[in-house]
């Protein structure tokens, strides 16, 4: 059992490049998330997904998309990168019982 | 008012001792609520649901005080390996159960 998977585990980026972060979850969890978590500020959601089909920005969307591809997965856009989204990413999903489990995050660095 | 507040710390203890952490909510409709334990550069981990009649696991216990809004986890006998950061989850109980993270609480346990 994976649990939430995320790829890729580091990645440095120049500004102005696009990229997308992978998440994807086999414990059939309808809700999902993607959070980014900066030194003093604690983990920010970005945007969630309640379930498959359905996606709705969170506390700080701008520069982000996502897209709910299927159940399972969840992935996070990077358009066009700028020096502010240098952070951790975590994906993570939602059990009703057992609340959040988060992937292994992305170290992501723009410059 | 921040929706969930902690102390940052770090609380220095040693080895033995026992140590108290509160954490905050300002939503009165909250119905959900856990401990997180992060290491450092790692993904946080669920450490424990917090119920309303209190509960324990080994050296752990959470208790919540819906009157006074706030959940508190205690450790005691703390070991060298209980040094991380303890977050605070606060989460509604049903639409997309978007949680809000306090910042978390840094403890360092010494020899």
């Known amino acids: 059992n994976a649990g939430v998977t995320q790829t890729p585990k580091f990645q440095v980026l120049k500004t102005g490049q696009s990229m997308t972060l992978q998440c994807a979850q086999d414990?059939?969890?309808?809700?999902m998330y993607w959070y980014r978590q900066d030194p003093g500020m604690g983990l920010r959601l970005i945007y969630y997904?309640?379930?498959?089909?359905?996606?709705d920005k969170g506390e700080v969307p701008n520069g982000y998309n996502v897209s709910r591809l299927n159940k399972r997965e969840f992935s996070l856009r990077l358009e066009s990168a700028a020096p502010s989204q240098t952070s951790v990413y975590f994906c993570?999903?939602?059990?009703?019982?057992?609340?959040?489990?988060f992937g292994s995050g992305t170290r992501l660095t723009v410059v | 008012r921040k929706e969930v507040e902690q102390d940052p710390g770090p609380f220095n203890v040693p080895e033995g001792a026992t140590v108290a952490f509160n954490c905050t909510y300002s939503?009165?409709?909250?119905?959900?609520f856990f401990w997180y334990r992060q290491d450092c550069r790692k993904e946080p981990k669920l450490l424990m649901s917090v119920y309303s009649s209190g509960n324990e696991d080994g050296r752990f216990t959470a208790q919540l005080n819906r009157a006074s809004q706030y959940i508190s986890l205690l450790i005691r006998d703390s070991k060298l390996s209980d040094s991380a950061t303890y977050l605070c989850?606060?989460?509604?109980?049903?639409?997309?159960?978007?949680?809000?993270f306090g910042r978390g609480t840094s403890l360092i346990v010494h020899p």
């Open positions: 989850v606060v989460s509604p109980s049903g639409g997309s159960y978007i949680p809000t």
């Open positions: 993570a999903s939602r059990d009703n019982k057992y609340g959040y489990t």
């Open positions: 939503n009165s409709a909250s119905q959900s």
């Open positions: 414990m059939n969890h309808n809700s």
């Open positions: 997904s309640a379930s498959e089909g359905t996606t």
